[in-house]
Structure formats: structure tokens, C-alpha cells
Nanobody, 128 residues
Framework: QVQLVESGGGLVQAGGSLRLSCAASGRTISGYAMAWFRQAPGKEREFVAAFSSSGGTTYYADSVKGRFTISRDSAKNTVYLQMNNLKPEDTAVYYC?????????????????????WGQGTQVTVSS
């Protein structure tokens, strides 16, 4: 049973930083794509960032490119999302996700339906 647990959310002023963590259990994160999504009130869940299955490539939504960085620590089986220069529009519940299977080494999904396992989410609130 794959479980993902996010942490690190909170309230921060615009321009500030937060680092989110996603601790995985039940299988290794190596060899599987890992992604961050977010959902703001009244909006659909949207892709934020991801590692490809091999971990060799990272992908970002245009809205966070240059401000957010996804990284991982295989020894801790944990994925991180470093968020800098936060804006009020970044306010959302942030979720990490991983697919059912490794698929191909370069695979990465950018839609909800491509991911099987999800964490419970962590709230990020950015005040202006």
C-alpha cells in the first residue's frame, strides 16, 4: 500500500518562502514519477511540478517556473517542493502524487487521472 504524507504548509506573506515535503511509504520513490498538484478554492486541481520516472527530468507549470523547485532525497524516500517569491495566487491545498506503475523512464504525467496515489494535502496560504 503506497502512502504519501505531505507537510510544511502554512501562512506566509507575499514574497516569502516555504518548503513542502512528501514522505512516501510502501514503495521507493526511485523509478516512479512524482508530482505536485494544487487546488485553490473553487478551482480544479492543477499540475505544479514533477519528476519523470527516471528522475532525470523535471517539469514545471508556467505559473511557477523560476520560483518553485522540485527535488528528492531517495535515502529519505521524500520529495520536496521549494517555493520562493510566493504570491497570493499560490494559495491552495498542495498535494503530492505518484502513478500506479513506473511506465517508461522519461514518462511524466500532468493531469490528475494519470496518478493513482495521492496524499491528504497541505494548506498553503499567501497573504498580500
Amino acid at each position: 500500500q503506497v502512502q504519501l504524507v505531505e507537510s510544511g504548509g502554512g501562512l506566509v506573506q507575499a514574497g516569502g518562502s516555504l518548503r513542502l515535503s512528501c514522505a512516501a511509504s510502501g514503495r521507493t520513490i526511485s523509478g516512479y514519477a512524482m508530482a505536485w498538484f494544487r487546488q485553490a478554492p473553487g478551482k480544479e486541481r492543477e499540475f505544479v511540478a514533477a519528476f519523470s520516472s527516471s528522475g532525470g527530468t523535471t517539469y514545471y507549470a508556467d505559473s511557477v517556473k523560476g520560483r518553485f523547485t522540485i527535488s528528492r532525497d531517495s535515502a529519505k524516500n521524500t520529495v520536496y517542493l521549494q517555493m520562493n517569491n510566493l504570491k497570493p495566487e499560490d494559495t491552495a491545498v498542495y498535494y503530492c502524487a505518484t502513478p500506479r506503475a513506473p511506465w517508461s523512464p522519461g514518462w511524466v504525467g500532468r493531469t490528475e487521472r494519470e496518478y493513482r496515489y495521492w496524499g491528504q494535502g497541505t494548506q498553503v496560504t499567501v497573504s498580500s
